[in-house]
């Protein structure tokens, strides 16, 4: 009895880290969902997860950014209390906030895209401010225009009612998690893998 043996290709080391990055970026993402603040009249919380989103573009990029993204939404749609108020499940998917969650992979992935101008990943210390900033600003317009169009749409609201409630409470927010990720990337304590 002849037994056969066979080689096996081992997976690249560059894409297993990058993989337990996109996870470990994920699982933070998750964590952050406890901290959601409900604000009187708006469907949708204040919640430290776009923070998370600006991380993952900024030290994932455009490739590892939104798989990270896309781990935290399936952990959610599978019943991990992954979302804000540690909620879960698919009806969150479809719910007030969903055109938020459907973001934010897009979104890093954008960021991502603007500030390593490709897949092949740049040290986001060394990347000039201002393309930081841009880029962090394009995400965010990105996010709160899905957000509050989806709800527009869901909730049969005006275009400016939809603003109201849906973006413009958050923006004070949104700039300090603008500036809480520029500090956090600035400091060179994160670096990317290189391949």
Known sequence: MATEQNSVDLVDGDIVRQFARAALLAALLGAAAPVSIPIPLSPAPITLQVLFVFLAGLVLGPVWGPTSILLYLAAGAIGLPVFSGMSAGLGVLVGNTAGYLWSYPLAAGLIGLMVHRDTELRDPAAV?????????????????????GYMAWLLELGAWEAISLGALPF???????IAAAIAIVKSGRIKPIQS
């Open 128 to 148: 000039s401010l201002p393309v930081v900033i841009v880029a962090l600003v394009v995400g965010t317009i990105l996010i709160y225009g899905m957000g509050t």
């Open 171 to 177: 923006l004070p927010g949104e700039l300090l998690k």
